[in-house]
């Protein structure tokens, strides 16, 4: 009965979605103000019968009704309520449902809050969201009804994918959903203001915050995935340009440079065709990401071929939404009005170079990711872009932007002073210089580029702290006054500092990890050693350890460090899953500072010896580390009073305050 | 600056870095392509020793032979040719006689694979794409293989 429900409430909310899809849109063309009040009401019933389906979907997970199809395949009562409630994404028609439920809860905030909203874009925007929600309640009703019954239920589910076991894949799609899924509230906002066919400076600031929030959600959830690959699949990778992670790499470049240009938009008026654009493109990329995921062309053709209709649907609503709204943007764009000058050398012209490269670098992740499907696709030639393609092309387009970062935020908008940033920043770059000397000086080995990546990552985290300085006069006023300067400054220049720090931060992991880490690879036998970096490894043996639904064979490990002294014990296990007849490989992890010690074993050989992988990561958290900062920044920065408050706030005030806020 | 100015300035800019964005490229993709190849492909296609490519089709019954500590040899076949194979290092989960396996490195002077890379299949029903393809293609296709994709969600495919 109650699967039953949860598909009717589907069925409801389409037919809300289509109402809210034509009414309001009719209400703008004839101004008629109750068919464009329609829009708010029902956004917030549809999210109510959409909760209403997945909440009907989740009771189906934790009572384990096994008669339906979708539990029957994803789930089993031997596994923690906890993975019972995850597996509801870990598949394909339920994370479709979780899609449309974050989708139609943007859509609710959006009518809940948006009473400060200028009624005609508050409709258009609206209608906008339900044809998207429309057009995937369709996909999920026609192609993956998560509802469908079984005439003879079984007694006992398959379980999920053990891979999927685990509390980092918990929360990793949900927050990579937020991202995706909260672009597509900027994607409206553009539509409906090429619509109306005007657009001004307050649209920014409307804007503003939903892409500071899919922003932040998707970095958590592109750094939580990164970090769920790096200790899950035991190869000690945290980034593998695999065609999934370029899928959700990509909105959050396109989501990087939007939120920097909405800031010109939002402080001078200028780039508001550019923005629409690439808020147009941003939610373009995010549903290109679904399609590449859920369609199955990556992980096999015949996903594809066994249930073609599937594929074909995403692409339909690919073509749908993508052409539709490059073609209404080739048709309006020229309608709405150019905004402020500026010199190249100024704060907008840091942007414009900001999104110029950021676009860019984008572009380069789409090709290469797309390259090798177009080309099997019409020549049948099978290519792999691996790596190397990602770090000959998408590095080098990010140097000049990590070089040029920490000069953005000391720059005047109009008309900027290169030579004084450039003053200003001296500090930073000494320090930079410095940090690249030492890394050559200490370190062995690594490439010959890798110190300066040292230098760059230290040049942009000096150039944040720098820009912090220069606000507050610190060091060169009284600490009083530094104080109640640095307590004045708005929050969205705290949040800039911040989230370009994390940046710096996460570069130096990438570069130490990459350039310095250390690998061994043997086989041993109880009572061996391993050495490897400053620290010795002993196998102690193996032995078994039953879990809930699951068999490890552990492997016992004491580390040493090089003088002697034992620092702990790291016990890496083999997980066989008796249901699915899968293993997975749960490597060990330690601390030491922000370095770790890296794990994983083998299945145990005949003769009782045990392969082992074993790497030394030297700063590998700053990644993820760098990651939570950003996202930090974007929190503070989402704080700003000038966000939360509707109206702008008048000139007098702001030209008291203190040097503009910079993003 | 006049409008048209700046507009010409950043036009000029962006078509600058797309330039060097497409010189990027298309280096990248003359050095750091890797084709796939089925065994028979290998023979068929004469492919050079020394050329990086992917072998892929399945691991020959009978043809693994552990070396002493990680030295791995097998044959990798699909059906009508078979290539062997060498590999030092830890073998993926479910690497196992008769699977599908994707290896990636180069044929040395003497007809051997020497793969530095063996791509890890994550699901017992699972089938590495290409390796799929190569054995529709030579016909040692069976329905069973791969009835599902392999990782429903944000998962790497090694």
């Known amino acids: 009965m109650i699967p039953e429900l949860g598909h009717f409430a589907l069925m409801l909310a389409l037919g809300l979605a289509l109402v809210q899809g034509v009414m309001p849109i009719v209400g703008t063309r004839t101004n008629d103000p ?73 859509g609710a905030l959006v009518a809940a809050f948006g009473s400060n909203l200028p009624t005609v874009l508050k409709a258009n925007a609206l209608a906008v969201q339900a044809w998207i929600a429309a057009a995937f309640y369709l996909f999920i009703l026609l192609t993956s009804n998560p509802f469908v019954r079984i005439p003879n239920a079984p007694f006992e589910g398959q379980d999920l994918n053990p891979i999927l076991q685990d509390p980092g894949l918990a929360f990793h ?91 010109v938009m939002e402080k001078r008026g200028a780039l508001k065709v550019w923005t629409i654009l690439l808020a147009i493109l941003t939610f373009s990329l995010s549903l290109i990401g679904t399609f590449l995921v859920r369609s199955g062309v990556l992980t096999s053709v015949h996903a594809f071929a066994v249930d073609p209709r599937r594929g074909i649907f995403i692409l339909g609503i690919l073509v749908l939404f993508i052409g539709g709204a490059l073609a209404l943007y080739a048709w309006r764009a020229p309608l709405l009005k150019q905004g402020g000058l500026f010199a190249p050398i100024s704060r907008e012209g840091a942007l414009v170079f900001n999104n110029l490269f950021l676009t860019t670098a984008c572009a380069t992740v789409l090709v290469g990711t797309l390259y090798p499907l177009a080309l099997e696709a019409l020549t049948g030639a ?17 140097v000049p932007l990590m070089a040029v970062m920490p000069f953005g935020p000391l720059m005047g908008w109009k008309r900027g002073d290169l030579y004084g940033a450039a003053q200003r920043l001296l500090a930073a770059a000494l320090l930079a210089a410095l940090a690249t000397a030492a890394a050559f000086a200490l370190e062995r080995g690594g490439p010959v580029l890798a110190p300066f990546g040292i230098g760059a990552a230290i040049f942009v985290m000096a150039g944040a702290v ?50 310095w880490g250390s690998e061994r690879i043997a086989e041993i036998k109880p009572g061996d050693s391993l050495q490897i970096s400053h620290y010795r490894l002993t196998f102690d043996g193996t032995f078994n350890r039953p879990g809930p639904n699951y068999r490890d064979v552990v492997g016992r490990f004491t580390v040493h460090r090089r003088d002697g002294e034992m620092i702990g014990t790291m016990q890496p296990s083999r997980r066989a899953f008796p249901d699915r007849n899968m293993a997975t490989t749960e490597a060990a992890l330690m601390d030491r500072g922000v370095s770790q010690i890296y794990v994983s074993i083998g299945d145990p050989n005949k003769d009782g010896s045990l392969p082992v992988r074993l790497y030394f990561k030297p700063y590998v958290l700053l990644i993820w580390l760098g990651a939570g900062i950003m996202f930090f920044g974007g929190a503070l920065s989402l704080s700003d009073r000038r966000l939360r408050v509707g109206a702008p706030r008048p000139a007098r005030a702001r030209s008291r305050a203190l040097p503009q806020p910079a993003e | 600056m006049t409008r048209k100015q700046r507009r010409l300035t950043l036009i000029g800019g962006g ?56 030295d791995v040899r097998f044959e990798v076949t699909d059906g009508k040719t ?34 530095d890379t063996i791509l890890a299949k994550h699901d017992e029903t699972y089938m590495p794409k290409e390796v799929a393809d190569a054995l529709k293609k030579s016909g040692h296709w069976k329905d069973d293989y791969a009835q599902r994709a392999a990782m429903p969600i944000g998962g790497a495919s090694k």
């Not at chain 1, 549809?46 to 009907?56: D, H, I, L, P």
């Not at chain 1, 394909?92 to 979780?98: K, Q």
């Not at chain 1, 099978?382 to 990010?398: A, E, H, N, Q």
């Open chain 1, 34 to 106: 109750v068919l464009m009040s329609i829009a708010a009401p029902a956004a917030l019933a549809q999210f109510a019968f959409v909760a209403a389906a997945f909440g009907a979907l989740a009771v189906s997970y934790m009572t384990s009704d096994f008669s339906v199809l979708n539990v029957y395949e994803n789930s089993n009562t031997q596994m923690p309520l906890i993975y019972r409630l995850t597996s509801i994404w870990g598949n394909h028609e339920g994370s479709m449902m979780l899609w449309v439920s974050i989708l139609t809860f943007f």
């Open chain 1, 173 to 263: 799609p949900p927050m990579l959903y937020l991202g995706y899924v909260g672009f597509s509230i900027a994607f409206s906002f553009a539509i409906a203001a090429l619509l109306e066919g005007r657009i001004d400076a307050a649209w920014a600031r409307w804007v503003r915050p939903w892409v500071l929030g899919a922003w932040m959600c998707l970095t958590l959830g592109i750094a939580g995935g990164s970090y769920w690959a790096y200790y899950e699949l035991g190869w000690g990778g945290f980034w593998f340009w695999d065609p999934v992670e370029n899928a959700s790499l990509m909105p959050w470049l396109a989501g990087t440079a939007l939120l920097h240009s909405a800031v």
């Open chain 1, 382 to 398: 099978k290519i792999s872009v691996g790596p190397p393609f990602f770090d000959m092309t998408f590095g080098p387009l990010f």
């Open chain 1, 466 to 515: 720098t820009d912090i300085v220069e606000r507050t006069l610190i060091l060169r006023v009284p600490m009083r006054v530094a104080l109640r300067r640095a307590l004045g400054l708005p929050r969205s220049a705290w949040g800039t500092a911040f989230a370009h720090f994390g940046i710096g931060v996460t570069l130096m992991g990438i570069v130490s990890v990459t350039a």
């Open chain 2, 15 to 70: 078509l600058a870095v797309l330039g060097v964005a497409v010189a990027l490229m298309l280096n990248a993709f003359r050095d750091s392509i890797v084709f796939f190849n089925s065994p028979t492909d290998v023979v068929q296609k004469h492919v050079e020793p020394g050329t990086r490519i992917r072998l892929g089709g399945l691991v020959k019954d009978g043809s693994i032979v552990r070396r002493d500590g990680l």
């Open chain 2, 82 to 115: 078979e290539i062997p194979v060498t590999y030092h290092g830890v073998l993926p989960d479910l690497f196992r006689e008769g699977q599908g396996v994707v290896a990636e490195g180069a044929l040395d002077g003497g007809g051997v694979f020497s793969a």
